[in-house]
């Protein structure tokens, strides 16, 4: 501090500081409420089957369903799903660790926003689709080796094809792909891992 030429300033009493608050704590961080937990749902409405918010439950049977049911599967955790007869699709919204069987879908299995599933189709299943999904493991029976499989926004998928005694091969679906330029337009291929 630089001290004043005038004598009589110097002597008279110091200037007003602000008193500065010394805290320990940081200022605690917002932290929003978590939602309520819905309770479990299972049951039939209309043509839909809807099973939401199981939790470490493995005993899920849909029997009873009709070929024109759809089997809605929602914010399931560490669950199974068995899904009986034949019905017209099969929608997994936001599980995790989560397993669905079932015997015969007519169009498709879609699994979205998904997290460490699998899925076993005993009979026939057209189509499987997965949509911003990590971790998917899908094992087909020996009738639906000509399923189709759209994948998007995916890691960690691959396909169990059956290869004998009970035992499957495993097979990654593509994560990575190249793209090239040609005067005809965009090719894409799947860059294969190795390894």
Not at 7 to 14: D, F, K, Q, S, Y
Not at 87 to 101: H, P, Y
Request: charged share 20%; hydrophobic share 30%.
């Amino acid at each position: 501090m630089q001290t004043h030429k005038n004598p009589t300033i110097r002597t008279g009493p110091a200037p007003f500081k602000t008193p500065s608050f010394v805290t320990n704590q940081s200022p605690m961080p917002y932290k929003a409420p978590s939602p309520p937990e819905k309770p479990p749902k299972f049951g039939r409405e209309g043509k839909k089957w809807i099973i939401e918010y199981h939790k470490g439950n493995h005993d899920l049977v849909v029997s009873g369903a009709e070929m024109n049911n759809v089997v809605y599967i929602f914010k399931c955790t560490d669950s199974t799903i068995n899904v009986k007869g034949k019905v017209n699709s099969i929608f997994v919204d936001s599980c995790k660790k989560t397993a669905v069987v079932f015997e015969n879908v007519v169009s498709s299995i879609e699994f979205v926003n998904c997290q460490s599933v699998q899925m076993q189709v005993l009979g026939k299943v057209p189509t499987i689709s997965v949509d911003k999904t990590d971790g998917c493991q899908m094992y087909l029976s020996k009738d639906s080796l000509d399923t189709e499989i759209i994948s998007s926004k995916s890691s960690e998928m691959n396909v169990l094809v059956p290869k004998g005694n009970e035992d499957f091969a495993e097979f990654p679906v593509p994560e990575q792909f190249k793209t090239t330029i040609s005067q005809k337009g965009l090719t894409t291929v799947a860059v294969e891992s190795k390894g």
